[in-house]
């Protein structure tokens, strides 16, 4: 089934060639989707290092996404297959400055780089989903995503304006995984109790604070540093309709849910925290738009070829776990 999967999926990207803009919103899409299985991959690994009451509690909710990894590999394939219709420096090395970004970015490397993440991942992701990992492996698993999101998130999303530099950016978009993870649970979770809530709504107050002092502080080390490329970086993101968005964004998905989470009856309320988790879900699928939306031309088709996408892999993703309940089940009898 994931063979034919993939296979469908090379057969679109070849389809979607003449309509960049789709092979782009594709991308968008992707980036959002793929935030929660690999955000819950990485809580299992972290969970089985140091314990705790949230993570048995969040067990039945984080150990499906993380199986669904592998998904997040089959659901890249466009990507690599459209990759001189999406990245700038994959349709010339000319348009790179003669620095180490043209020896970097490269097809071969970025191709190679994301298949050693995304296999390790789907390694890991089934691995402790299965409840099968160890706590060496949990470590060693870790180290091992630190090092491979500090690249691909920079390949997948910062080289689409390949002369922006951030060193937080891949620490900023792991936090943000996270986020999405932690979302996604209080949303599901319903038979949360007691402790177990109050300890999700505690890790979600320390993520969402760490991806906005993240942003924030790239922000003012970009203000500060006054360089030409830094700054054009922002101005992309800063015309008034970029700046509306990002207010309501910061408001609504940020600012809210965490004044929310200050309150003991919230974090303490399933109701309460699946309004929380519902708000940040919608901070984060804006949060990704502002970040990569403004590196296209066409941006509105972009916009909503992304919506497209990411409704597709959110079903295909329910489809896909109503599949694993079903023959959990078959086996069971």
């Avoid at 999406?86 to 490269?106: E, F, V």
């Avoid at 177990?196 to 991806?211: M, Q, S």
């Amino acid at each position: 089934m994931l063979i034919l999967l993939a296979s469908g999926l090379v057969l679109a990207a070849g389809r979607l060639r003449p309509y960049p803009s789709l092979l782009q919103g594709w991308l968008l899409g992707f980036a959002i989707w793929s935030c929660a299985p690999i955000g819950c991959m990485t809580l299992l690994l972290i969970h089985r290092l140091t314990g705790g009451r949230w993570g048995f509690a969040a067990g039945p909710v984080l150990r499906p996404l993380a199986v669904m990894v592998p998904l997040v590999a089959i659901a890249f394939i466009p990507v690599l297959a459209g990759l001189t219709d999406i990245y700038p420096w994959a349709a010339g090395a000319s348009q790179i400055k003669p620095d180490i970004a043209r020896w970097y970015l490269g097809q071969p490397w970025f191709v190679l780089r994301a298949v050693i993440a995304l296999i390790g991942w789907s390694v890991l992701g089934v691995t402790f989903g299965l409840g099968l990992g160890g706590r060496l492996l949990a470590a060693l698993g870790l180290a091992f995503f630190g090092f491979t999101i500090s690249m691909v998130a920079v390949d997948w999303f910062l080289s689409l304006e390949p002369h922006y530099v951030s060193t937080a950016f891949a620490s900023m978009i792991a936090i943000q995984q996270l986020v999405a993870a932690l979302a996604v649970v209080a949303v599901l979770a319903s038979y949360f109790e007691g402790k177990a809530l109050n300890d999700i709504g505690n890790l979600l107050i320390a993520t969402v604070l760490g991806v906005v002092y993240l942003e924030y502080m790239t922000y003012v080390v970009a203000w500060y540093g006054d360089l030409p490329h830094k700054a054009e970086w922002f101005l992309r993101r800063s015309t008034d309709a970029w700046i509306g968005i990002l207010l309501v964004t910061f408001v609504t998905g940020a600012v809210l849910p965490f004044a929310m989470l200050l309150f003991e009856g919230v974090r303490g309320s399933p109701a309460g925290l699946r309004i929380v988790g519902l708000l940040l879900l919608f901070g984060t699928v804006m949060h990704f738009a502002w970040l990569l939306v403004p590196a296209f031309s066409a941006q509105a088709p972009v916009a909503l070829t992304a919506l497209g996408a990411l409704l597709t892999l959110t079903i295909g993703s329910v489809l896909f776990g109503k599949g694993i309940a079903s023959a959990e089940v078959r086996h069971a009898e």
